[in-house]
């Protein structure tokens, strides 16, 4: 259990969690989580193991979206996630941005269905910003790295 010491310092009026306390924390998150990065990784396999799903609208699906990803709003999931989701099939689903939790009502919502999911960080803002290649109504494109999101020049960030 953690106790409150006094410390001028705002990083430590709070103290850390304990070792063990902090593992299963992380660990948990990342059942829960996956970074653009991983997942633009995880899609190069020839079978990724799992499905990518856009839930936004159709307006911002047609204005950009993650490359072989399932079209499939937020609202619509209870009446059309059995007809385009496999239940067997990890599901990754995003929206915008981390300014934006219609990714986590959407998982919440596979998760409800019965479905594996996985919300990927910094949405769609994040793969664009990441400089990951992405489909629009006029076809596929990409911008550069913005450098203050991933390192220009390289792969991976390494972490």
């Known amino acids: 259990m953690t106790q409150l010491i ?8 709070v103290p850390p969690a304990a ?10 998150s990342l059942a829960f989580h996956a970074d653009v ?7 190069q396999a ?6 990518v799903v856009d839930s936004r ?11 072989g990803a399932v079209h499939l709003p937020t609202a619509r999931i209870p009446q059309l996630a059995a007809e385009f989701l496999d ?17 986590t009502r959407a998982a919440h919502a596979l998760a409800t269905l019965g479905y594996q999911v996985k919300e990927m960080l910094g949405g ?3 793969w664009i910003r ?3 290649t992405f489909e629009t109504f006029e076809g596929e494109t990409r911008h550069e790295a913005d450098p203050l999101t991933a390192p220009t020049g390289a792969d991976a960030c390494g972490c």
Not at 19 to 28: G, K, R, S, T, V
Not at 37 to 43: P, Q, R, T, W
Not at 87 to 103: E, M
């Open 37 to 43: 990065s991983d997942v633009a990784a995880g899609l």
């Open 130 to 132: 990441e400089g990951y």
């Open 87 to 103: 239940r067997d099939v990890p599901v990754v689903v995003y929206c915008w941005g981390p300014g934006c939790n219609g990714a």
């Open 46 to 51: 020839e079978h990724p193991g799992f499905v």
């Open 124 to 126: 769609m803002e994040y």
């Open 6 to 13: 006094v410390s001028e310092n705002p990083v430590l009026r």
């Open 57 to 67: 609208s159709t307006a911002s699906w047609d204005q950009g979206h993650v490359p």
């Open 19 to 28: 070792p063990a306390d902090a593992a299963a924390y992380f660990a948990a």
